[in-house]
């Protein structure tokens, strides 16, 4: 339903509050949506002067009362604001300094804006289900400025609903008073909120002051805001038993809304209907808006009861009762009920626990009286039967701990009979045995072991009585915690002890402790004190222990025991010399530990320690029988002494001598050996000789060994260390040693030149240069005569005879200081003669006898080849005879030939069949 509500009058009167800027020039303000602080610098926002708000908040009142009056700067305006509709209203202007004289500036153009924003509220004043059809401009703010300023934009509720551009000065308000174009200058239809609204209005002020002051009134036709519906709550008031008249009532009506009932029209908050039958009843509430709701009751009616049934069943002692009216009685109603124990309730719905003492089969008479809401009573009666629970019990014997206990029942029925049967050994909610009177159970704990047992009789079909038990315990011997000590010993340090005093019990004692010692050995003991047993041989032996308590609980303990070997070791030793560093070595034989520490003793001292590890040396002070001693030690500390008898052997005593101790080599000595026998029983049976100069010599005897030297050097001695070795059979050896023993002297280098050589029958003398080496005296032999020695001439000639030509074979003897001599030989040629000539130059053509043939000259030449050739390289004349010469014709044919010069080669061979090669130029002249 659509209503209309006309007004005539202001709904709203609110002020701005205004205050102005001192400052000259600013940018044209912008949205002021954006604007976040109270004075930014960026958009030149100003917050309104002694304002609390940062964004510009302007108080709203509906009156003017208590503003500050209008500041009057001498005679300047404005003074007042006499043209204002509001009267005499207080004007709010910006309080600041007077300048006298100082004119006021009525403009809009280029001055600083400024926001301005108001808040107020409209209230919801149509039903929420007519918002809907109705028009969202049926409702308008007119707003009326006055002041000396421009209002350029007004934003409502965030949008922008007015801008005037600001140098249109004549489309706003400004200057004295306001505007004489009229009251509304600006109205708003749209954008209205139900609740809370916001203005902001943006002014463009002069300076040095200005007041504003904004009016504003609603008007309406229609009202477009979603207000409540109006709401009520229903009660009714029954009648007395019997009466079908019932009290519908309005629970707390409120006086402004209207309520009509249904079926009939009935008005009012409170109505007496009359039915005997179910009827449905609304009624309609409409607020002083006629905004409209309806609630809807039901009066059910209900037939006064006239019997009751229980249809309690029998039960077992402290199992509740839960009587049951039955659908004869109809809620609501109220009951009294007398349970025949003495206990009794006024609950409706409820249950009842009978406690039976003693505990023995009891019938009861339960009484109830029953009113329902109309006070109409009606009575019931019932008689239950509680049966007795029967008493779980057992007896159990006295088990040791992993043994079986035995559990006996010994429960009682209290006048029924125990047919069940349940075992919870453990008490943790499980049950572990079902049926069983009489079962064993091995209980995982020693001591007190709380056991759940549940029996269970049958005294109605259909009905268990059950009890159980579980503070019932069964008492469980622990066992003997058996433990013992050792030491692990060598099997040559026995006895071993073992002490079982370790040994514990958590209640009770022991009383008997059993060895049994692994090897076949058992021993018996009331005590834990030590006991000692002594092992055949190394090994590990699984010792067990058996404890028995004093409630015969038995329990063993095993622990391996190791015998350690002893050490088992072999002496090893190179043959002992005296004076010789003996060696000794150990080898672990089988059975043995690990040896891991050797201990020797050689000075029949076994206090002294002479040497360690498993390989070691000494040196014994004298020959003859000597006692050492050994001790072993294994990784397991056991130890062992071991003994050996060695004898120590004379070493030889080695000598020789050389029968020519020096000379030239190749120079040969016999070295004799005069080394003496040696104290028995050993026998010297090997001699080698180290003679300095290559392998040694080995022998089995002692037999004279010769040998030669050599010495490569021209100047230096060569000496030769000897050394001899002499060995016996029991391997006792020792060596001599001759230092330059041997003495080789140098041998000097005999060579020499001779020139020339080789020389010829036509001039057979030679002369010869001496080339050698380390040398003081020398002796020349030419070869044509004996050798004489030549003191004075180091270099002499010799003067071949000319008569034969041959080949003399010379030498030269040189020695040195030592007496050492070398020889030089040198072949010396006497040739037969041999020359050769050929001219450059012939006249073959001018027929003087002269120069008329080219051919060579000379002696000694047994073959002889002679070539011409031109300048292109062709062979124009050859020949084989040196007689025969070329007498400037190519291959023999008569022609004049050119001056110009040829190539010409010879080959020849002389005498002495030597080769020999010559190439030259001959000139040919006409």
């Given at each position: 339903m659509k209503r209309i509500i006309k007004t005539k009058t202001p709904i709203i009167l609110f002020v701005f509050l205004i205050f102005t800027s001192l400052i000259l020039k600013s940018q044209p303000a912008v949205n002021p949506l954006l604007l976040n602080t109270?004075?930014?610098?960026?958009?030149?926002?100003?917050?309104?002067?002694?304002?609390?708000?940062?964004?510009?908040?302007?108080s709203i009142t509906g009156s003017v009362t208590g503003y500050t009056n209008a500041v009057v700067c001498g005679n300047q305006a404005p003074a007042s604001w006499i043209n204002s509709p509001f009267g005499n209203a207080d004007w709010i202007t910006y309080p600041h300094t007077c300048v006298p004289g100082q004119p006021a500036v009525h403009t809009c153009d280029g001055y600083i804006g400024i926001y301005y924003k108001a808040t107020?509220?409209?209230?919801?004043?149509?039903?929420?289900?007519?918002?809907?059809?109705?028009?969202?401009?049926?409702?308008?703010?007119?707003?009326?400025?006055?002041?000396?300023?421009?209002?350029?934009?007004?934003?409502?509720?965030?949008?922008?609903?007015?801008?005037?551009?600001?140098?249109?000065?004549?489309?706003?308000?400004?200057?004295?008073?306001?505007?004489?174009?009229?009251?509304?200058?600006?109205s708003d239809c749209s954008n209205w909120n139900s609740g809370t609204n916001e203005i902001i209005v943006l002014v463009y002020s002069g300076y040095t002051w200005e007041g504003f002051l904004c009016q504003a009134n609603l008007t309406t036709s229609q009202i477009p805001f979603n207000g409540p519906?109006?709401?009520?709550?229903?009660?009714?008031?029954?009648?007395?038993?019997?009466?079908?008249?019932?009290?519908?009532?309005?629970?707390?009506?409120?006086?402004?809304?209207?309520?009509?009932?249904?079926?009939?029209?009935?008005?009012?908050?409170?109505?007496?209907?009359?039915?005997?039958?179910?009827?449905?009843?609304?009624?309609?509430?409409?607020?002083?808006?006629?905004?409209?709701?309806?609630?809807?009751?039901?009066?059910?009616?209900?037939?006064?009861?006239t019997s009751v049934s229980l249809n309690i069943n029998n039960v077992c002692a402290n199992q509740p009762i839960n009587p049951n009216l039955g659908s004869s009685i109809t809620a609501p109603y109220t009951t009294t009920w007398d349970f025949g124990d003495g206990n009794g309730s006024s609950l409706n719905n409820l249950s009842h626990t009978y406690t039976i003492s003693p505990n023995v089969n009891t019938t009861f008479t339960v009484h109830v009286d029953v009113t329902d809401a109309n006070g109409c009573q009606v009575i019931g009666d019932d008689q239950v039967t509680v049966y007795a629970i029967p008493t779980a019990s057992f007896t159990s014997d006295s088990a040791c701990l992993g043994s079986p206990s035995h559990l006996f029942d010994a429960s009682i029925g209290n006048g029924n009979t125990v047919n069940t049967f349940q075992w919870d050994f453990l008490s943790n909610g499980t049950?572990?045995?079902?049926?069983?009177?009489n079962p064993s159970f091995t209980f995982p704990n020693f001591g007190n072991n709380v056991v759940s047992y549940t029996v269970s009789t049958s005294p109605v079909s259909g009905l268990n009585c059950t009890n159980s038990n579980n503070t019932i315990t069964v008492w469980v011997n622990p066992l003997p915690n058996p433990d013992f000590t050792f030491i692990n010993n060598c099997v040559n340090t026995q006895p071993n002890s073992f002490n079982a005093s370790p040994s514990t019990i958590a209640i009770g004692t022991n009383t008997n402790y059993a060895w049994n010692f692994g090897d076949g050995v058992s021993s018996s003991n009331n005590s834990a004190t030590s006991i000692l047993h002594n092992y055949p041989a190394a090994g590990v032996y699984n010792v067990t222990l058996t404890v028995t308590s004093n409630k015969g609980c038995i329990k063993n303990i095993v622990k391996p025991v190791e015998v350690y070997e002893k050490p088992k070791v072999s002496i090893l030793n190179t043959s002992p010399c005296d004076q010789t560093p003996t060696n000794f070595s150990t080898n672990t034989l089988a059975n043995s530990g690990t040896?891991?520490?050797?201990?020797?003793?050689?000075?029949?001292?076994?206090?002294?320690i002479e040497g360690t590890g498993q390989n070691t040396n000494f040196t014994f002070p004298?020959?003859?029988?000597?006692?050492?001693?050994?001790?072993?030690?294994?990784?397991?500390?056991?130890?062992?002494?071991?003994?050996?008898?060695?004898?120590?052997?004379?070493?030889?005593?080695?000598?020789?001598?050389?029968?020519?101790?020096?000379?030239?080599?190749?120079?040969?000595?016999?070295?004799?050996?005069?080394?003496?026998?040696?104290?028995?029983?050993a026998q010297i049976n090997q001699w080698t000789w180290n003679l300095g100069d290559g392998s040694p010599i080995t022998n089995n005897t002692n037999a004279p060994v010769s040998h030669c030297y050599n010495n490569t050097s021209s100047s230096q001695l060569a000496y030769y260390n000897v050394q001899l070795t002499v060995t016996t059979d029991s391997g006792c050896t020792n060596t001599i040693t001759k230092n330059n023993y041997v003495t080789v002297y140098p041998v000097p280098i005999a060579a020499y030149v001779a020139n020339p050589n080789p020389a010829n029958v036509i001039d057979p003398l030679v002369y010869f240069t001496n080339q050698s080496q380390n040398y003081t005296n020398w002796w020349w032999g030419f070869g044509d005569g004996?050798?004489?020695?030549?003191?004075?001439?180091?270099?002499?000639?010799?003067?071949?005879?000319?008569?034969?030509?041959?080949?003399?074979?010379?030498?030269?003897?040189?020695?040195?200081?030592?007496?050492?001599?070398?020889?030089?030989?040198?072949?010396?040629?006497?040739?037969?003669?041999?020359?050769?000539?050929?001219?450059?130059?012939?006249?073959?053509?001018?027929?003087?006898?002269?120069n008329d043939y080219f051919n060579g000259k000379g002696i000694g030449i047994i073959e002889y080849d002679l070539r011409i050739f031109d300048r292109w390289g062709e062979e124009i004349f050859h020949t084989n005879d040196l007689n025969k010469g070329w007498d400037g014709s190519v291959k023999k044919r008569t022609v004049n030939t050119k001056y110009d010069v040829y190539v010409w080669k010879v080959s020849l061979k002389d005498i002495k069949n030597k080769e020999h090669q010559y190439v030259g130029h001959v000139t040919l002249v006409k």
């Open positions: 109270g004075i930014n610098s960026t958009f030149n926002g100003t917050k309104p002067l002694l304002s609390n708000d940062n964004i510009w908040m302007a107020f509220n409209l209230p919801d004043s149509i039903c929420k289900t007519h918002f809907d059809s109705i028009g969202p401009t049926d409702f308008c703010l007119n707003l009326d400025f006055y002041g000396d300023n421009c209002v350029s934009g007004i934003w409502v509720n965030g949008v922008l609903s007015y801008t005037t551009p600001i140098t249109n000065d004549s489309a706003k308000y400004y200057y004295q008073g306001y505007n004489t174009a009229g009251a509304t200058h600006f519906l109006p709401t009520s709550t229903l009660s009714i008031n029954n009648p007395p038993c019997g009466l079908n008249t019932y009290t519908l009532n309005v629970v707390s009506p409120n006086p402004n809304y209207t309520y009509v009932w249904e079926p009939g029209s009935i008005t009012g908050s409170s109505i007496i209907a009359t039915t005997s039958v179910n009827a449905v009843y609304t009624v309609n509430v409409t607020d002083k808006f006629g905004c409209e709701s309806s609630n809807t009751t039901t009066i059910v009616t209900s037939t006064p009861p049950i572990d045995a079902t049926g069983t009177t040896v891991s520490n050797w201990y020797w003793d050689f000075n029949n001292s076994i206090n002294s004298s020959a003859g029988t000597q006692t050492i001693q050994l001790v072993c030690e294994t990784d397991k500390g056991c130890r062992d002494t071991l003994t050996k008898i060695v004898y120590v052997n004379y070493i030889p005593l080695p000598q020789f001598t050389l029968d020519i101790p020096a000379g030239c080599p190749i120079h040969c000595v016999n070295f004799t050996d005069l080394t003496p026998a040696v104290t028995g029983p004996p050798m004489k020695e030549d003191s004075i001439h180091v270099d002499p000639t010799h003067q071949y005879s000319s008569d034969i030509a041959q080949t003399y074979y010379s030498s030269l003897i040189v020695q040195n200081q030592y007496g050492c001599l070398d020889t030089a030989y040198l072949p010396v040629e006497i040739e037969p003669d041999f020359s050769f000539y050929i001219p450059n130059a012939f006249t073959p053509s001018n027929n003087d006898g002269h």
